[in-house]
């Protein structure tokens, strides 16, 4: 049977004798191993050619999802890749361009990326004056000692380009600083030697108080004409010594003194002494001030109070309540704070039980709190008697870390809903201590 002349296929002569499947056979297997199968797509499209799963034999793929694209080749059991393509040009292999493949002056700037020439790519003495950008090379390019009194150009240094205490004795030319080449202020106390500056150099009026440092004049710089005890009269203003005559200054511990005032008020000195006395003033609306002897004690660094009167509020009337919770008196009974500091606190009432197995409770309200029932130390106190009894009672309470501007109250309440007696009410506040 011949065969074409180009693919070789068989076809039957026109004197054999005609078998169609036969003939159609042999062409169909001639053309199996002869045709390329080719088809196109996505890396996730490529049909599965492995040894699991065999592909076809000779079968061409082309990925079109990347650029340029890329060919592979069916191998049967894998695929294996042949390289990318290019539109209208050859791809080159990498590392394939070696230097005898490149004409001289064939790389120009544009075909060198930035940053790639480093400097073992540089000759030697390849880069002069005319190769360096302005401005380009500050103090971390230049070598340590490389500049020499060669490379700086005639009056380059000036006064800003050298270093505090750069310059001494040694390199001033003697009689050359005078008096214009000192700038204004410019000479301190450490560029004067010591005596070097004495009365001829100090011009007349030239030194005032801010010229002298605070406790310089001592009293053998003052004139004895200006002493009283020195010989100045009486009438003249001056410095003063210690002692009892006319001209002279009370000392602090002058038995004359003894019957001095203490002032009062109802603000702290600011800057007390140590065993200062003042007479705080307590005030608050609806109570009676109360005068407070509060003594500086510089050591613990707080005001004590050594003495004085309280401040009292007080209501007489008999109220009644049935309120189980705590309540205000009638006449509300509160003092604010004027510092802070420690308190000590009375409160007291005349108190009667309308119920057997009820309490009636006065308590102490801090800041707007409810007076402490349960825990220690208690801020109440109660009557624990039949129904039908009265009674005075009290409660002493003693308050640490009470800050300024909070509010003491007296407060009242029942333990069982019965019309309790609350008479002879009162509160009563001294400081303690700051």
């Known amino acids: 049977m011949p065969n074409s ?150 009056l380059a ?44 150099k100090i011009a007349a009026s030239a030194v005032g108080a801010t010229q002298l440092a605070d406790g310089a004049v001592t009293g053998a710089k003052v004139n004895s004409a200006l002493k009283p005890s020195g010989g100045a009269a009486d009438a003249t203003e001056a410095l003063r010594a210690l002692g009892t005559g006319a001209g002279t200054a009370a000392a602090g511990n002058d038995p004359r003194f003894s019957g001095s005032i203490i002032a009062s008020g109802s603000s702290l000195p600011s800057s007390p002494s140590n065993g200062q006395m003042y007479a705080f003033r307590a005030t608050g609306a609806g109570g009676t001030d109360g005068y407070w002897m509060m003594m500086w004690d510089s050591g613990l660094g707080l005001w004590k109070c050594v003495g004085g009167t309280p401040w009292i509020a007080a209501r007489d009337d008999l109220d009644t309540s049935s309120s189980t919770a705590w309540i205000n008196s009638p006449a509300d009974l509160a003092f604010t704070a004027p510092f802070s500091g420690s308190y000590r606190v009375i409160i007291g009432a005349l108190l009667g039980n309308a119920a057997t197995g009820g309490r009636a409770r006065i308590g102490l309200s801090i800041a707007g709190a409810a007076p402490r029932e349960s825990t220690v130390p208690f801020h109440y106190a109660e009557l624990q008697t039949d129904a039908g009894v009265q009674a005075s009672v009290s409660k002493h309470i003693a308050l640490s870390g009470v800050n300024l501007g909070q509010v003491l109250r007296f407060q009242m309440r029942c333990t069982v809903a019965a019309s309790n007696i609350f008479g002879n009410k009162f509160l009563s506040v001294i400081a303690a201590s700051t």
């Open 5 to 154: 002349a180009r693919l070789g296929l068989p076809y039957p002569s026109l004197s054999q004798q005609a078998d169609v499947p036969a003939d159609l056979l042999a062409l169909v297997n001639s053309l199996d191993s002869r045709t390329v199968i080719f088809s196109a797509g996505t890396l996730a499209s490529r049909p599965v050619s492995t040894s699991g799963s065999p592909g076809i034999l000779g079968r061409m793929y082309l990925q079109t999802d990347v650029s340029p694209q890329y060919l592979w080749f069916d191998y049967g059991t894998g695929w294996v890749g042949i390289g990318p393509t290019a539109a209208g040009g050859t791809v080159v292999a990498d590392g394939s361009i070696t230097t005898v493949k490149l004409a001289d002056g064939a790389v120009a700037t544009v075909k060198i990326l930035d940053g790639n020439v480093t400097l073992a790519k540089l000759a030697a003495n390849s880069v002069d004056a005319s190769k360096i950008v302005d401005g380009a090379v500050g103090s971390a390019e230049i070598a340590g000692q490389a500049v020499g009194t060669a490379q700086i150009a005639d």
């Open 157 to 200: 240094v000036t006064s800003a380009k050298l270093a505090t205490g750069s310059i001494d004795g040694s390199k001033i030319i003697a009689g050359t600083v005078g008096a214009t080449q000192i700038t204004d202020g410019g000479v301190g106390t450490a560029e004067i030697a010591g005596l070097a500056v004495d009365s001829s």
